[in-house]
């Protein structure tokens, strides 16, 4: 297995631009979330889903936008990239919401 | 509103002996916690995990310690390597309530050879 897999692994934005992170996993888990992580501030929940079709905001959901069509992608949109945003950027995923989750390697993403 | 918490942002301990990292929770409604590992440029990783109804679990060379009265989670680490160095995380969940893990900021452990 592949575990949880997310591209790009670098990504820079100018402000205003959108873009996807993608996300993967091939480990049939129905739990999936992005995080983002900060400096000083650990990791803070941006989206999660607990199934296919179903979708819902974390604590700084803000200027993002996430589905899941598909048991195995869990995609998060940026909608118009800002400064703010320039993060590291995790996802995760589980088998139900009450299990450990395993994280994928990163995006690391600069907004100019 | 309800946050996790770290007493020591930085650690350092000498290689072979054994290290205490510390946490402490202020959701007294989670019942799931999680001790993660974050090696420098990789996602975290997971170490361990404790349920409420439990006071202590023994994983290899690690053991974490709850005290729900005190509300503080603690992971020990026995005779440290060098491959333990990295920041640690300790995440707190309600399992069938919010679906929502919380994490601290997290402590760096740096093994001294």
């Known amino acids: 297995n592949a575990g949880v897999t997310q591209t790009p692994k670098f990504q820079v934005l100018k402000t205003g631009q959108s873009m996807t992170l993608q996300c993967a996993q091939d480990?049939?888990?129905?739990?999936m979330s992005w995080y983002r992580q900060d400096p000083g501030m650990g990791l803070r929940l941006i989206h999660y889903?607990?199934?296919?079709?179903?979708?819902d905001q974390g604590e700084v959901p803000n200027g993002y936008n996430v589905s899941r069509s598909t048991t195995e992608d869990f995609p998060l949109r940026l909608l118009s990239a800002a400064p703010s945003q320039t993060s590291v950027y995790f996802c995760?995923?589980?088998?139900?919401?009450?299990?450990?989750?395993?994280f994928g390697p990163g995006t690391r993403l600069t907004v100019l | 509103g309800e946050s996790v918490g770290l007493h020591l942002p930085t650690l350092s301990v000498q290689e072979g002996d054994n290290s205490i990292i510390n946490c402490a929770y202020s959701?007294?409604?989670?019942?799931?916690f999680i001790w993660y590992k974050q090696e420098s440029g990789k996602g975290p990783q997971f170490i361990i995990d404790?349920?409420?109804?439990?006071d202590k679990r023994q994983g290899q060379r690690v053991t974490v310690l709850l005290n729900k009265t005190v509300k503080h989670l603690s992971l020990q680490i026995a005779a440290t390597q060098p491959g333990d160095s990295a920041v640690y995380f300790c995440?707190?969940?309600?399992?069938?309530?919010?679906?929502?893990?919380?994490f601290g900021t997290g402590t760096r452990l740096t093994i001294i050879p």
């Open positions: 995760a995923s589980s088998m139900t919401s009450a299990n450990e989750q395993f």
């Open positions: 480990m049939n888990h129905e739990y």
């Open positions: 889903s607990v199934g296919a079709g179903i979708t």
């Open positions: 959701n007294s409604a989670s019942d799931y």
């Open positions: 404790i349920r409420s109804n439990m």
């Open positions: 995440a707190e969940m309600i399992r069938f309530g919010n679906e929502k893990l919380t």
